[in-house]
């Protein structure tokens, strides 16, 4: 299946500004123009950023596909588990609800530092409720995981992500500094390119 309609949700603190965001829609409106892309600005809470990218895609097609990022990466595999959409995770958040307990209080935004925005410590308990015991249907996935992340561990992603297609990265960092070495491999699984 060639995607009609491909869903990009970036990660904790970033935005649709980030690097492999503006990469990706970049390559879709020179190459793909006919694929409709759109990277929502996602809200600190989980909950708002799941209502607002289910009414988002509301009436989107079967042939649509979602591409997430860390946090978006999580986000991602709820909104594919639900739709039944292919996934592309780059360095995803396994367990956001652990992770980010330790970022309650106020946080700046990463592409607009002197925007501020409070994570409260319920956001925790909205991202536990949105955590799926585990994938459903692993050959939907591809992940690319870097194993020199330094915020996310590359073993327990790759567990979460077992059977799923997964690309392990020697070196590289969280915000997967290297991407367009692998963005042909995601236009690829995606059937965007040959």
Known sequence: MTPTHLLYLHGFRSSPKSFKAQRVLAWLAAHRPDVRA???QLPPSPRDAIALVDAGVR??????????????????????EARGWPAVLLNPAVDPARDLAAYVGEQT??????????????YVDEL???TLPAITKPERYFAVIAKGDELLDWREMSARYAGASIRLV??????????DDHLP????????CD
């Open 170 to 179: 020697e070196g590289s960092d969280h915000a997967l500094s290297d991407f």
């Open 59 to 80: 009436g989107w097609p079967p042939t649509a596909a979602v591409l997430g990022s860390s946090l978006g990466g999580f986000y991602a595999t709820t909104v594919a």
């Open 38 to 40: 759109w990277c929502p």
């Open 185 to 192: 491999s995601i236009l690829r699984f995606l059937n965007l």
């Open 109 to 122: 935004a990463f592409h607009t530092p002197e925007e501020h925005f409070f994570f409260r410590s319920e």
């Open 128 to 130: 536990r409720a949105l």
